[in-house]
């Protein structure tokens, strides 16, 4: 039987669609498993002899194999550490008849998963027992993320989460900071509160890193992004059997946390069956996963963070009082990035800086016209909303200096802010206004064009202008350079 090459499929949580690879001597075995797990979505390569399933092996991403005994070309337990080296997370389930269990069970202790019988059991329960391998292996690789993430957090401590390290100028940030660095080292609950993008996880990273708990684990949950009917089991995990689909126990998010910090991000979503479950967890130290009759004790420090006006949740009857008086031990504000604009000079350049590290690419920097078009818009994503600007424009731009022609048309044209600074009062005795109009325009003109020396194609893109209407605009206004003042 021929080897073919194995594509690559995009992977997900699911266990559908899985990539099998299927490895028994027997035809009848193999074509019984082809036809009824193919049916149910999975993609599967067949071979009857070791060397092809292992040119199979390494020809692409394998999530599973189902190894038959016996072989007659190889010792099934070094085909098993061929497939372990090469898929280091992949299971292995072993399908074996009565006369060889013996060889089945030294597979087991070599690491396999799982054994299925010969004659096979109805296809049902070897979907049940591939899913449940499936789930096994989403769960270890979860925790293998989560454990890397947390180790090369660890070593960011120094840098990016140290206080010192984060950009905040300002003397609302400067604040901020001092509370944070007071709140890192004890262990209270905290609830940040500000706008989408003030840099909310930032901080709960810098007190979690900051504090006795740094060298265990941080696990962030977006409390909005999770669908409500899965939310209660990502938090407290479930027992096998609790509600349909739910094939293995699982825990939760915060049994992963234990010894560690847990960060709620987007708390004030939480559904309302959801945050009495979460008030007890406050209260008590202890959660129960969904479907059991038993209780687990956690030791979690909490941070909340969210963008909803908790008190007016509270009186609307949307959020629970006593929950929110639980997490509002230690209250931290964020303030929005428009009302710290003094920030933006020091944060586009941090940006700047780690897009052209991060991107290969080599901006010099940010014209001064630039830089204040940056700092007149209002930015309502806040930091991250900036951050992502001078991304997207290290990216397009590639090297040399950011003008105002390299900005987005938002922060250009925002003439809504900018228009507000000039209000012209009609006196008792009225105005002629073509006159005040002509004399508006070619002010305006002329600032542009004097800002820009006179670089046409930087003034057009400040007045939000073609830069061949504001050519046709200077002759017919006949509009010339100021002369150089004489001493």
Same mark, same amino acid.
């Given at each position: ?13 699911s266990p559908h669609p899985l990539n099998l690879l299927v490895l028994d001597a027997d035809e009848a075995t193999r074509k019984l498993l082809e036809r ?10 067949? #071979? ?5 399933? +292992?040119? $199979?092996?390494? &020809? %692409?991403?394998?999530?599973? !194999? ?117 709140? #890192? ?5 905290? +609830?940040? $509160?500000?706008? &989408? %993008?003030?840099?909310?996880? !930032? ?61 709620l991000d987007e708390i004030g979503d939480m559904p309302q069956n959801l945050q009495v479950r979460l008030l007890r967890v406050l209260q008590e130290h ?143 005795d009225g105005i002629f206004f073509t006159e005040i109009v002509r004399d508006f325009e070619n002010d305006l003109i002329l600032q542009a064009l004097e ?37």
């Amino acid at each position: 039987m021929a080897a073919a090459s194995i594509g690559h499929p995009d992977f997900s949580d699911s266990p559908h669609p899985l990539n099998l690879l299927v490895l028994d001597a027997d035809e009848a075995t193999r074509k019984l498993l082809e036809r009824h797990l193919t049916a149910s979505g999975h993609i599967l390569h067949l #071979a009857d002899r070791a060397e092809e399933a +292992l040119s $199979l092996m390494a &020809s %692409g991403p394998l999530d599973m !194999l189902l190894l038959g005994l016996p072989l007659s070309d190889a010792d099934p337990l070094e085909v098993m550490r061929s497939f372990q080296e090469r898929h280091r997370d992949g299971q292995i389930l072993i399908v074996s008849d009565q006369a060889h269990v013996e060889l089945a069970v030294k597979a087991l202790q070599a690491g396999a998963f799982d054994v299925l019988l010969k004659p096979l059991e109805p296809i049902d329960r070897i979907q049940r027992r591939i899913a449940i391998a499936a789930e096994y292996r989403r769960l270890s690789r979860e925790r293998f993320m989560l454990n890397r993430e947390n180790q090369t957090l660890r070593g960011q401590v120094k840098t990016k989460y140290r206080f010192d390290g984060i950009i905040a100028p300002s003397q609302a940030m400067q604040g901020v900071l001092r509370q944070v660095e007071k709140v #890192a080292e004890a262990d209270s609950t905290v +609830l940040i $509160l500000g706008e &989408s %993008g003030t840099g909310k996880e !930032l901080i709960a990273r810098a007190i979690h890193y900051n504090s006795p708990r740094r060298n265990h684990l941080l696990v962030a949950v977006n409390c909005s992004a999770i669908p409500a009917t899965l939310l209660e089991s990502e938090l407290f995990g479930h027992v096998k059997g609790a509600f349909t689909g739910a094939i293995n126990s699982r825990i939760g998010r915060f049994q992963m946390a234990d010894g560690g910090t847990i960060f709620l991000d987007e708390i004030g979503d939480m559904p309302q069956n959801l945050q009495v479950r979460l008030l007890r967890v406050l209260q008590e130290h202890e959660i129960s996963p969904v479907g059991a009759g038993r209780t687990v004790k956690v030791n979690v420090r909490v941070i909340a963070a969210t963008n909803v006006d908790l008190d007016a949740a509270v009186r609307e009857r949307r959020f629970r009082e006593d929950l929110y008086y639980r997490l509002n031990v230690i209250p931290i504000v964020l303030p929005p990035l428009r009302e710290r604009p003094e920030e933006i000079r020091a944060l586009a350049s941090h940006f700047l800086e780690i897009h052209n590290a991060d991107k290969g690419k080599a901006v010099k920097g940010i014209a001064e016209s630039a830089l204040e078009l940056l700092e007149a818009y209002d930015w309502p994503g806040n930091v991250r909303e900036l951050e992502h600007t001078l991304e997207r424009v290290v990216v397009m731009k590639g090297n040399g200096e950011i003008g105002p022609a390299d900005l987005p048309e938002r922060i250009r044209f925002s003439g809504d802010n900018r228009a507000k600074r000039f209000r012209i009062e009609i006196p008792e005795d009225g105005i002629f206004f073509t006159e005040i109009v002509r004399d508006f325009e070619n002010d305006l003109i002329l600032q542009a064009l004097e800002r820009t020396r006179w670089n046409k194609n930087q003034a057009a893109a400040l007045l939000g202008l073609n830069r061949t209407t504001l050519v046709e605009k200077i002759k017919k206004k006949r509009l010339r350079p100021s002369p150089p003042s004489r001493p």
